[in-house]
């Protein structure tokens, strides 16, 4: 097991500051972010600089996100050095990822320059309100949106940071005047014990950052943690449907409420799911007696769980069952969770799935909601670690699907060893092991792929782009080019 790794004290009474004081009149606080387009970190920087915080950052690559900061006055630097850092820097930030080879970490600590973790300083912000944690290996993102915005739509003008955007909130973040903070809650590197909730959520547990943890039974202890967190007038949603989730009321002090697809095994659950316009429509009924029926605009099985997921913390905060199913009803979904990027005669959809089992569940969405339409997956892996650890099961999901494209891996916390021995080819000899006919196609290049897709998809077909890396640039390509084709 590998321990948590934290920095000096220092740096937790310098957030501690920030986060109390937010910007000093005449003198505003100044913070550096090391990896400053992250999912998390880049919410992080909007609630930091809305507040008159000084923002600088730097990320490894230049992308649109940096361009966004730049627009908004924050200067950002593509490449990372120690000439980024000087000695007016009050706080330097970093994400779980960033390790202590990086040139600005190193520098940071050799100028005595107080450095705190992401998630760290996220907890110090929770500590400010009544904090509502989402956790577990998929869905975090999708229930940590819906949840904001019927807290939002119900009056209550919550915080909230999300590791991923949903136009309908204004961005990734905000810093609300309500009572609640509701926050994704990672468990990489242990992240999520760095909060201090009082509404703890966990969609579900499962075999994921393998690079981090030894074994599922590693990730069950870190979740285990996670739930002590929580007070005794606290309360623990947990999906009553997930096996591996189903130990954690033994390690919870507080009132725990399940959620199921099952009737009456859980104290929430959805009966009469039927998909429905690219969504679904189900009754929700309480372990009360109260019901209401929902109906989504997002599709899957997987969201009407998080759903349920969003009306146990919902209701607990107070609002009424019907105009929760009356804001979900709203929802149109998270960027790149089956993001619909064009509806033409090829339909183009982008998701952020990387684990085999988030590749499933977009298949299942794919298959419910765009009837009659070939499916075609453009698959970039994340990690050659995840694809050595994974490739077969990736290979049983893939293989489900009409036709088959892989990218060449995208690389993130890899050792040289695997990016040199783990190669996307391997996949693709492993789907075509399984289905001899119409076989996976190995794109070393975007452009090679786009040629393939030029090739492969007609009218009628559906595009499917996946994968945690920049396969969503691949994907808004393609969408673009077939949008031109059209005019």
């Known amino acids: 097991m590998q321990a948590e790794k934290s920095f000096p004290a220092s740096g937790r009474e310098t957030a501690l500051r920030v986060v109390q004081d937010w910007a000093v009149p005449g003198a505003p606080l100044r913070v550096h972010v090391i990896g400053v387009a992250g999912s998390g970190l880049r919410g992080l920087v909007h609630l930091l600089s809305e507040r008159g915080v000084k923002i600088t950052g730097s990320e490894q690559l230049d992308n649109p996100i940096l361009h966004s900061f730049r627009v908004r006055g924050i200067e950002c630097w593509v490449g990372q050095s120690g000439l980024n850092l000087d000695r007016r820097v009050n706080l330097v930030l970093v994400s779980a990822a960033v390790t202590e080879a990086n040139p600005e970490l190193r520098a940071a600590l050799d100028l005595k320059i107080p450095v705190v973790k992401y998630a760290e300083f996220v907890g110090y912000l929770m500590a400010e309100k009544s904090g509502i944690a989402v956790a577990g290996t998929h869905g975090k993102t999708t229930t940590t949106s819906m949840v904001s915005l019927v807290l939002r739509e119900a009056g209550l003008d919550p915080s909230f940071i999300i590791g991923g955007e949903y136009p309908a909130l204004g961005g990734s973040s905000r810093w609300g005047r309500g009572p609640h903070f509701v926050a994704e809650a990672c468990e990489f590197d242990r992240s999520f014990l760095n909060l201090r909730p009082r509404i703890s959520v966990v969609t579900n547990i499962e075999e994921d950052h393998l690079d981090y943890f030894e074994s599922l039974k590693d990730i069950q ?164 670690s995840r694809l050595r650890i994974f490739r077969e099961a990736f290979a049983d999901v893939l293989v489900r699907f009409d036709a088959a494209i892989v990218t060449d891996v995208y690389r993130a916390r890899d050792t040289d060893e695997d990016a040199r021995t783990v190669r996307s080819e391997s996949l693709v000899r492993a789907i075509n092991d399984r289905r001899p006919i119409s076989p996976a196609t190995h794109a070393p290049s975007f452009e090679d792929a786009l040629a393939l897709l030029r090739e492969a998809a007609g009218d009628g077909d559906a595009v499917v782009f996946m994968g945690a890396g920049d396969v969503t640039d691949l994907a808004r390509g393609y969408a673009g080019e077939l949008s031109s084709k059209a005019s």
């Not at 997002?298 to 146990?312: C, I, K, S, Y």
Request: aromatic share 8%; hydrophobic share 45%; with cysteine.
């Open 221 to 384: 202890n870190a979740f285990a943690g996670f739930v002590s967190l929580l007070p005794e007038d606290g309360l623990l949603v947990m999906n009553r449907d997930d096996a591996s989730s189903t130990y954690l009321s033994e390690f919870c002090r507080s009132k725990v409420d399940t959620f199921s697809l099952r009737r009456g095994v859980a104290d929430w659950w959805a009966e009469g799911v039927v998909p429905e316009g690219g969504g679904a429509r189900f009754r929700v009924v309480g372990h009360s007696g109260e019901e209401a029926r929902f109906r989504l605009r997002v599709p899957g099985r997987h969201n009407v769980l998080n759903a349920l997921a969003t009306t146990a913390v919902c209701r607990r905060a107070g609002v009424p069952m019907a105009a929760i199913a009356e804001v979900l009803e709203t929802f149109t979904g998270v960027r790149r969770r089956f993001e619909i990027l064009a509806r033409g005669p090829v339909m183009v959809v982008d998701d952020y799935a990387h684990h085999p089992t988030e590749i499933l569940a977009v298949l299942r969405a794919a298959r419910e909601s765009l009837k009659g339409r070939r499916i075609i997956a453009v698959f970039q892996p994340h990690q050659h």
